[in-house]
C-alpha cells in the first residue's frame, strides 16, 4: 500500500457529468499517477434508507473497491451551495459500513469547484467531508477549491493548479 513503489489513487467524481469538468481537473491533477475512477454518476447508488428496496444497488461493489486505494480524491461540483446529491449519498451510505471495510490512514483530498468562488459559496462541503473522514478514520488532507468561471479549458490548468499538482505529486512521494 503506502509504503509500495506503487501509490494507487482513487478518485470518487461525485458530479453528473462524469466527463465534465470535475473530471477533467481530477485528471489533471493526478496525471501520471496510478488511479482508478468511479463515476458515481454509473452506478446504481440508492439513498439511505432505500437500498432495501432497491433491484440492483451496487453501493457495496464500489465502497468495497474504494476501501483498497492508498489515496482517495473526492470531487464534486457545487450544486445550490453544496455538494451534488450522488456524493451526499454514497458519503451518507458509508457511514453505515465503517465496521465492514477498514478505511484507516487512507489519506483524502477534496476537490470543489464551481462557477464562484467556491471556498465562499460551498463553505459547508469540506467540513462535511472532514468529519466523515474523522468518523472512517481517514487521513483527511486539504481541499482545493477551483474557480470554473476562471479556470474553464484544459489550458487554464496548469497556471491555477500547477501547486496543487505538485503537491499531490510530492504527497505521493513522501508518503
Known amino acids: 500500500m503506502l509504503g509500495d513503489e506503487f501509490m494507487q489513487w482513487g478518485f470518487i467524481n461525485g458530479s453528473p457529468n462524469a466527463q465534465g469538468h470535475t473530471y477533467q481537473l481530477a485528471q489533471y ?16 447508488i440508492a439513498q439511505l434508507g432505500q437500498q432495501r428496496h432497491a433491484k440492483t444497488d ?6 468495497s473497491e474504494v476501501s483498497h486505494a492508498d ?10 451551495s453544496d455538494m451534488t446529491g450522488l456524493l ?36 459547508g462541503i469540506a467540513p462535511a467531508v472532514s468529519q466523515l473522514c474523522e468518523f472512517l478514520k481517514m487521513d483527511y488532507q486539504d481541499t482545493i477549491y477551483v474557480d470554473t468561471s476562471k479556470v ?8 491555477a493548479l500547477h501547486k496543487q499538482q505538485e503537491q499531490l505529486h510530492t504527497f505521493v512521494n513522501v508518503r
Open 29 to 44: 491533477l493526478l496525471d501520471g499517477q496510478s488511479k482508478v475512477d468511479w463515476n458515481l454518476v454509473n452506478y446504481q
Open 58 to 63: 451496487e453501493f457495496m461493489d464500489v465502497v
Open 71 to 80: 489515496a482517495l480524491l473526492i470531487g464534486t461540483p457545487i450544486y445550490w
Open 88 to 123: 451526499k449519498t454514497f458519503l451518507d451510505r458509508c457511514t453505515m459500513v465503517a465496521r465492514q471495510f477498514d478505511f484507516t490512514d487512507i489519506p483524502v483530498y477534496l476537490l470543489v469547484n464551481g462557477t464562484q468562488t467556491p471556498d465562499q459559496t460551498a463553505q
Open 152 to 159: 474553464v479549458q484544459p489550458s487554464d490548468y496548469t497556471s
